[in-house]
């Protein structure tokens, strides 16, 4: 395979004029036609991956290039509020669930701006996306590299034709340090899984080095906001209350990879961890992540322990709410169930709910977004079928044992609406403001 | 209150350096007292960057095959390796960050490669006087069967591959039974070992002995420690947590608490010590303006009140007095920011020196200014998070 040598481009004098007189642009310095010329950012290639050793590591070389950039920009006003002056606390109980009062983030959040019933819908350029952000608020740019040597370059030119992913700041965010990760950011991908994106993601948690370095995943109908794939990211140095929730193995798949299933959990999950290497723990969860979206189930991934561990939470919440379904107390907060509310992370909106947060409250919130027992089950034998894994349940006599398929095609099942989320069956729009 | 070094010659090795540390706590002899104990055990200091080990007894050197002079200086995490149970690494590191005992089986491996499975039981140890966390004592406690953990919940004792021809299948109970040799090829269905009740007593007796020598030799050398916490910690020192966190930032800063009269140093990182030459505690306690000397600008001295009454980041080029052999002055671009705890208010404010020669570096690294950016932004995460602990 070619390798490409990193040379940062040289611009010619000619081109250099060129650009002197286009850089007025729309005016908005954004990462569209009108103002990308000449835009840089540092890229940071991460090394070829192998697994090494966790805990208090130095602060790794990523780590410092997230948190100076961020609080350079922090420094600069560019976010919405300042997340360290909003009170925050662990509740007490066996879990640890973290409140945060922010009263502010909601009413300055930009609003979700397409239906939340359908898990896959194609980009549209209209809509807010990522090309239309400052590049002040694009922090670098970040690829899996090839070498085993870290690779940085303070000021490498955005190049259309790399497709570069970028890291960038969550102007509203949730906790010091909230960055976006945008793979490809330039070919406009919807908000949909795929197996090099989330490979990039896992390597983005592994080369952080650093456990309290999480990145999450909502998709559309589970409380994604913009249709442009992104991942998020922060520091949080202490652990989720999913990370603690004790877990059963189910299966191991042939490249090693470990599925197990939480227990005593709220929303009923998947651990994926293991495989003999990170693109096999990848693709399987990118497997899972395939199957869930063409049946139209909305899910929230959390990607904790530096990549190796991966959670998989299908969810029902926006479905039930539709329905009228949710309890009044809960729907009062106003809180949606995303990745980080799932993971135990709670940002509140009204001091009343801070006040009075508790173990029960935040149970109660997490559980109206879980899949039942039944459909969990149901959703699992289409996962298992599509990674090509054959799992049998130990308590029922008489078990129907799944085949291995090694076509890992979705079999009929998936056109069940039993129980499900609701599928295009519905002809009117859904649009729904957040 | 100064920890006095044991008679710093210019030669002493690391290993010594920290061993010296640890034994300056106590009163002499405490070495001797605590290699006496038939266990295996360590005790580690958060106050030291990387909270290491700095004590190792002879069980431990024993069990996992290393000599003392490879141990003391390397953090716990050193005995880990890819089949340790993550979830057991991330209950030890919680408890260390919550400042509270935990036990709980975990796969250590010796220096030969060779996993095993042990009991660790880990607690806090505290000063009498300021409520801290002076060093973490862990105890390892080797399990000699082993409980296979299944959803059938069966608890026969099996033996491993390597001992089935001694055993013939019968069942053997060793009282001082080696820890079992597994490969790595069994490893595959070991997801837990449970230790045995009798273990566990073992691994409580174990810590309670080390404890006691070391209250008693703490409480020769008038600085009494204990297992539990028996005062609050006092208002100017930090939790072990925060420090452990704090310590894993490489370059020169100092946290100085502006709730406290004068505004003095509560936290200096070793890369400031180095940067200054002043030692530790002679730092601690004090207002920053021992860097100033009569020809640090005071128009520059007046700027950075400014900023701190007012609460906002600064950056200045300030001209400092160190205290290294040659007395030189050196020019710092220091930049000083407020940092807010959980409760969203201004807790300590940061301040990161930067040598002012030292602005140029190689292009393949962070520049200078988010280099110095950086350390406070890991500090700001570290400083939120501490005040989250659940006690």
Known sequence: ?434 | MSITQSSASLFTTATEEKEGAFSARYSLWIKEALDELPHSFTITDPFISGHPIVFASPGFLKMTGYSREEVIGRNGRAFQGPKTNRRSIMEIREAIREERPVQVSILNYRKSGSPFWMLFHMIPVFGNDDGRVIHFVAVQVPISGRKMRNGSGCSEMVFGSCRREVCLGSYVHQERALPVECDEQELENWEHCEASESEKLKSVEAVGNVLSVLTRYSEFAGRLVCGKRSCLRVADCLSSSLVISLGRIKQSFVLTNPCLPDMPVVYASDAFLTLTGYKRHEVLGQNCRFLSGVDTDSSVLYEMKECILKGKPCTVQILNYSNRKDKSTFWNLLHISPVRNASGKTAYFVGVQMEASCKDIESKELRPETRQLSVVGAVRVAVRSSFMVTC
């Open chain 1, 1 to 434: 395979m070619l390798k490409i040598k990193r040379v940062p481009t040289v611009v010619s004098n000619y081109q250099k004029d060129e650009s002197a007189d286009e850089s007025v642009g729309c005016g908005r310095n954004c990462l569209g036609a009108c103002c990308i010329n000449g835009a840089r950012l540092p890229l940071y290639a991460c090394k070829k991956l192998d697994k090494s050793g966790a805990g208090e590591k130095p602060v790794a070389f990523l780590e410092s290039l997230v948190l100076g950039e961020w609080e350079d920009r922090f420094q600069r006003g560019l976010f919405r509020y300042d997340v360290t002056a909003c009170e925050t606390k662990v509740i007490p109980g066996k879990y640890g669930f973290v409140a945060q009062l922010n009263e502010g983030r909601h009413l300055k959040k930009r609003p979700t701006e397409f239906r939340v019933d359908k898990v896959l819908q194609s980009f549209d350029g209209n809509k807010f996306n990522f090309t239309k952000v400052g590049q002040e608020e694009l922090l670098f740019q970040f690829e899996a590299g090839e070498d085993g040597e870290v690779q940085f370059f303070p000021c490498m030119p955005l190049d259309a034709e790399n497709s570069p992913s970028v890291v960038a700041i969550n102007v509203s965010p949730i906790e010091y340090g909230h960055v976006l990760l945008i793979p490809r950011v330039l070919d406009c991908l919807p908000q949909r899984i795929d197996h090099k994106s989330l490979l990039l993601a896992l390597h983005m948690a592994a080369e952080a080095a650093n456990p309290y370095f999480r990145l999450g995943y909502n998709s559309l109908g589970a409380f994604a906001t913009i249709n442009h794939l992104h991942f998020q990211a922060y520091y949080l140095a202490m652990p989720f209350p999913l990370e603690k929730a004790p877990s059963k193995k189910m299966v191991t798949t042939a490249s090693g990879v470990k599925i197990s299933e939480l227990l005593s959990y709220p929303v009923r999950s998947l651990l994926f961890e293991g495989g003999s290497s990170m693109q096999d723990l990848s693709d399987t969860v990118s497997d899972a992540c395939v199957c869930l979206q063409n049946n139209n189930i909305p899910f929230n991934i959390l990607i904790a322990d530096c990549g190796r561990q991966i959670f998989l939470m299908p969810q029902c919440y926006a479905e039930k709410q539709a329905l009228g379904e949710v309890s009044p107390e809960v729907l009062e907060t106003q809180v949606n169930p995303a990745v980080w509310e799932i993971s135990g992370h709670m940002v509140l909106k009204r001091k009343e709910d801070y006040e009075g947060a508790s173990e029960e409250n935040a149970w109660r919130l997490l559980a109206e977004a879980s899949l039942s027992e039944e459909r969990f089950k149901e959703v699992n034998a289409l996962i298992f079928e599509a990674i090509g894994c054959s799992y049998q349940e130990e308590e029922l006599e008489g078990t129907v044992v799944e085949q291995d398929n090694p076509s890992g095609s979705v079999n009929q099942k998936s056109n069940r609406t039993h129980g499900g989320p609701i599928t295009n069956g519905t002809a009117s729009e859904c649009l729904v403001l957040q």
